[in-house]
C-alpha cells in the first residue's frame, strides 16, 4: 500500500502564492499518475491538477496558467505551486496516487483558505 501526507497549506491573501507539497511512501513503486484534488464545502472534489510518471501534465481549466504540478520520481514527491490565488481556491486539497493494479491512494487533505 502507498501512504501520502501533505504539507503546506494555510491563509494568504488574494493574489498571493503558496506551494503544497505530497510524499509518498510504502510500495511507491507502484505508482502511476499522481495528482491534487481539491473539496470546498458543500461541493464534490474536483480535480485541480495531475501529472503521470512521464511528466505529462493535466490542468483543470479553472486553474491553468496559475497553477504548476511537479514530479520528483526519485524522491517520490508530488508539489503544487500556486499562484494568483482566488476566493474561490478556498478548499480542502488532496493528494493522489493511482496505483498500476488500479487502486487509488488519497492523502489526509491540507486546507488552503485565500481570503483577505
Known amino acids: 500500500q502507498v501512504q501520502l501526507v501533505e504539507s503546506g497549506g494555510g491563509l494568504v491573501q488574494p493574489g498571493g502564492s503558496l506551494r503544497l507539497s505530497c510524499a509518498a511512501s510504502?510500495?511507491?513503486?507502484?505508482?502511476?499518475?499522481m495528482g491534487w484534488y481539491r473539496q470546498a464545502p458543500g461541493k464534490q472534489r474536483e480535480l485541480v491538477a495531475t501529472?503521470?510518471?512521464?511528466?505529462?501534465?493535466n490542468y483543470a481549466d479553472s486553474v491553468k496558467g496559475r497553477f504548476t504540478i511537479s514530479r520528483d520520481n526519485a524522491k517520490n514527491t508530488v508539489d503544487l505551486q500556486m499562484n494568483t490565488l482566488k476566493p474561490e481556491d478556498t478548499a480542502v486539497y488532496y493528494c493522489?496516487?493511482?496505483?498500476?493494479?488500479?487502486?487509488?491512494?488519497w492523502g489526509q487533505g491540507t486546507q488552503v483558505t485565500v481570503s483577505s
Open positions: 510504502g510500495s511507491s513503486f507502484s505508482i502511476n499518475t
Open positions: 501529472v503521470t510518471k512521464g511528466s505529462s501534465t
Open positions: 493522489k496516487a493511482d496505483l498500476i493494479n488500479g487502486l487509488a491512494s
